[in-house]
Structures are given as structure tokens and as C-alpha cells.
């Protein structure tokens, strides 16, 4: 089947307004018609549940309705897993669509906008017709991947063991500059898979199969092996920076790694203080006194520990205190919406403010754009990743990457 016949054969995305208020419902489509764009509308909410909802379909949903209010709508569409797109509307202040927004994210349910009544014009037409148009990109794209057979649902337990053995697991490397001078820190080590057929598999797809099946204390090896095969790459070129590892947390409860690693380390020559180990704040979570232990005796063996991911994983400030952490990250979903919503932006700076009181480094990752790093720089934040600077890259390009960063910003290693 041809992408062109594969489209005509499926739904194409619907606008879908829901709104009690037949005024506000008519003056909506009214604005979404100047852009071209057709809407259904409903007025009761019952009706709208009982209409077939895709993925790729919008829904400008009221929050304040009499029979089922927006939420409680959210609600039973998460219960069926019917996840379209929402654009939530309230006469409510900020704080009651902020909330509701938090709700449906909870529930994985992607809202696209939350705007207050009375609608500006000029903003909802904008807004419905960019939604309206990354939708249907969005819909193109699913259907170019079903079509290309680059399925990864497919893989199994048995694949990645194989792929382990016959080396197919490979690295990229993502720099971390320093805000001040721009200088190059240290690089993190970033596992992929690629697959003979699938092509490049991204970690997030393979390894909670990893995680599930015991598997970690394995791949752990396989990357550290990798991890010190790049790092020689690296000096060998006069790039003399640390390298960072990412630990999963059945790797903080075997009470041998401490020596394992120190030893592995060891025999190739490097020095701890070398490695840059990263434990996210959920994997720190379950068994807090073997993972102390550990992490612990790491820290004394020179190796640095850096907790990654921070802000998601509800860990108590306590944990964070005893654990022997020289730098924190903050969760990039923080960086990345600290633009655009207060509370992100709210917990960032006091990551900032926590880490510097702790005696830690701070780390942003995600930083997308010129005005996020600006105003992470203004904050006083230590360290900077993402792709504003670069993508992950193998190490052959990240060579040549670090020696035209150094030329761009004359600075040395
Ligand atoms: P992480 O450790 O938090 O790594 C950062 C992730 O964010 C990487 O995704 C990186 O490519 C991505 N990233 C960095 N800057 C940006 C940006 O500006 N925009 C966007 N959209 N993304 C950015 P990646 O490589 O897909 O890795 C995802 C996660 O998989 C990692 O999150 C880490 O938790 C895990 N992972 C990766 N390699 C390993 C590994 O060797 N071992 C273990 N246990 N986990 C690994
Ligand atoms: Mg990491
Ligand atoms: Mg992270």
C-alpha cells in the first residue's frame, strides 16, 4: 500500500468542540472557519462520549459543564484509552486550568494548550490551525512508520541478548559545557541499539525489557567496556574530559560492583575521578541502605556520583542529603516547559538554590534554545546539555565536533 492510499483509506483529524454554552460553541467554530478549518460540536457531554474519538483528533474541551465536567471527561476518555489531543477552556483563573492540565498529564493525556475565557481571537485561530497541521504531520508520520516496518514492539528478550553477544550495542556521546566559558566538561555516554533491520533503537525502547528481566547488570558491563574503549578514543585525540555512565537501579544493588568497577577501571588505566556515574532519583528509591552502601563506597573509591532525572522521583530531601552526590540534574521536562509555565520555571530555581546549598553542581539537560540556556545562565546553573549545543553523536564526530566548539569559542581543555 502506497503512503497516498494509506491516507485516503484512514480517518483524517477532527476538530471536535464541547461546550455546554451553544453561543460559545458557535463563536469557536466561527473562529476556527476563518482558518479554513471545519469543527463538530457538542453540547452535551454524554453526546460526545458516545462519538468515535481518535488520536489525532482535537478536542476543545470546556472545563465547567453541567451534566460531566471537562475533567471528569478526561477522566473516563483515560479509563477507555482514548488519548486525543486537548485544548482545555475555563472561565476559571490560571491556577484551575494549570491543575487541570497537571490531571490530564497524569493520566498521559496530551494537552496541546489551556486558554481562559473570554477567547482572543486572533490566538485561538492560530493556535487551533498549528495544532490542526501538527496533527496531521503526526498522522502522516504513523502511518510512514506502519508502513515502513520499523516496529519495535517486535523485539525480544532473546534479540537484545543476541545483540548483546554479537556487539550490537553502540554508543553516542552528548557534551556538557560549563555556562561560564562555554568550556567542554564532560561527555555522557548514550546506549543505542543498531539493529540489522530495525535500524538505530533509542535506549528507552529496549532497556525497561533489560530492566524487566534482570538484564542491567549485564548491559552495565557491555556499556562500561564500550564507555572505556571511547574514553581512550578520546585522550588519544588530546580531548582529556570526563565521561559520564548511566546506572539502572538493579545496578546500585549488587555489593560487588564497588570492587568490580574500581577493578575494571584499574586494569584499563583510567582514573576513577575519570567517571561520572548517574543514578536517577527513581532508581534511588528502593532499597535506600543497600543503595547508600554503595554508592557510598563508590564515591570513597574517587568515582563522581551525579543524581539524574531530579524533580520526578518524589525522593525525600533527606535521601538526597545522605547520598554522596557531587552533582544533580535537573528532569528536562522542567527545562524544557520553564518557558512557558511558572511552576517548571519555579522548580528549576529551587533545584538551583537546593544544589548550591548541598555543595553540588547543577546540571540542565534539555535545553532546546537560545532563551532557555539565557535564562538558566542568568539562575546561576553550573552545566548545560542538549541539543542547543548538540545531539548525541559517535565519537568520531564528537572529535571533530569538540575541536571546531574549541575553535568557535577559543577555549581549551
Ligand atoms: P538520561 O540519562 O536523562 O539522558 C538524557 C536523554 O535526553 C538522552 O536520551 C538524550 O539524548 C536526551 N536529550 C538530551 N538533550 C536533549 C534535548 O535538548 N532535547 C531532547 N528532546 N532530548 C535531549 P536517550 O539517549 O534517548 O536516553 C534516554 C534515557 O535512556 C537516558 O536518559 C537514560 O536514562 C537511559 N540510558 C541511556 N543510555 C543508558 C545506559 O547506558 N544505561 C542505562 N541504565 N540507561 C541508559
Ligand atoms: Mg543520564
Ligand atoms: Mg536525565
Known amino acids: 500500500m502506497t503512503l497516498d492510499n494509506a491516507e485516503k483509506h484512514s480517518k483524517p483529524c477532527k476538530i471536535i468542540i464541547v461546550d455546554d454554552d451553544e453561543q460559545q460553541a458557535n463563536l469557536m467554530r466561527a473562529m476556527a472557519e476563518t482558518a479554513q478549518l471545519e469543527t463538530e460540536i ?4 454524554i453526546d460526545f462520549l458516545n462519538t468515535a474519538i481518535s488520536a489525532n483528533d482535537i478536542v476543545v474541551l470546556d472545563l465547567q459543564m453541567p451534566d460531566k465536567d471537562g475533567i471528569e471527561i478526561m477522566r473516563e476518555l483515560a479509563i477507555q484509552n482514548i488519548k486525543p489531543n486537548f485544548i482545555l477552556v475555563s472561565g476559571f483563573d490560571e491556577r484551575v ?3 487541570a492540565r ?10 496541546v494548550a489551556t486558554l481562559s475565557k473570554p477567547l482572543k481571537a486572533k490566538e485561538f485561530i492560530a493556535l487551533l490551525s498549528n495544532t490542526y497541521t501538527e496533527c496531521l504531520l503526526e498522522h502522516r508520520q504513523q502511518i510512514e512508520n506502519a508502513l515502513s516496518a520499523k516496529d519495535t514492539e517486535q523485539i525480544t528478550i532473546e534479540e537484545l541478548k543476541l545483540a548483546i553477544r554479537k556487539h550490537q550495542l553502540i554508543i553516542h556521546l552528548q557534551p556538557l559545557v560549563c555556562f561560564n566559558k562555554k568550556q567542554i566538561q564532560s561527555a555522557e555516554i548514550l546506549l543505542r541499539w543498531q539493529h540489522p533491520t530495525k535500524g538505530l533503537i533509542l535506549p528507552d525502547d529496549f532497556i525497561p525489557l533489560a530492566e524487566e528481566h534482570k538484564l542491567m547488570n549485564l548491559l552495565t558491563e557491555e556499556v562500561l567496556g564500550l564507555a572505556i574503549n571511547e574514553y581512550h578514543k578520546l585522550t ?58 554503595i554508592l557510598n563506597r563508590l564515591r570513597m573509591k574517587g568515582f ?11 525522593s525525600s530531601l533527606v535521601k538526597l542529603y545522605q547520598a554522596p552526590f557531587s552533582e544533580l540534574k535537573i528532569d528536562q521536562h522542567f527545562i524544557m516547559h520553564m518557558a512557558t509555565d511558572p511552576d517548571a520555571a519555579a522548580i528549576v530555581r529551587i533545584c538551583i538554590l537546593l544544589a548550591k546549598e548541598l555543595k553540588m553542581h547543577t546540571v540542565a539537560e534539555g535545553i532546546e534554545t537560545e532563551d532557555i540556556w539565557n535564562q538558566l545562565k542568568e539562575l546561576g546553573c553550573d552545566i548545560a546539555q542538549g541539543s542547543f549545543i548538540t545531539e548525541p553523536m559517535p565519537t ?3 572529535i571533530h565536533w569538540v575541536k571546531d566548539w574549541k575553535m568557535k569559542h577559543n577555549n581549551n581543555l
Open 236 to 293: 588519544a585525540s588530546g580531548i582529556n574530559i570526563k565521561v559520564s555512565v548511566n546506572l539502572s537501579a538493579q545496578n546500585i544493588t549488587d555489593l560487588s560492583m564497588p570492587e568490580k568497577l574500581e577493578e575494571l577501571v584499574k586494569n584499563n588505566q583510567i582514573e576513577p575521578d575519570s567517571i561520572i556515574l548517574e543514578v536517577t532519583e527513581s532508581a534511588l528509591m528502593n532499597e535506600i541502605s543497600e543503595s547508600l552502601d
Open 42 to 45: 457538542f453540547t452535551n457531554s
Open 396 to 398: 568520531e564526530d564528537f
Open 304 to 314: 563522581s556520583l551525579s543524581i539524574d532525572d531530579f524533580g520526578t522521583g518524589y
Open 102 to 111: 497537571q490531571l490530564a498529564e497524569s493520566k498521559h493525556l496530551n494537552v
Open 97 to 99: 486550568l494549570h491543575s
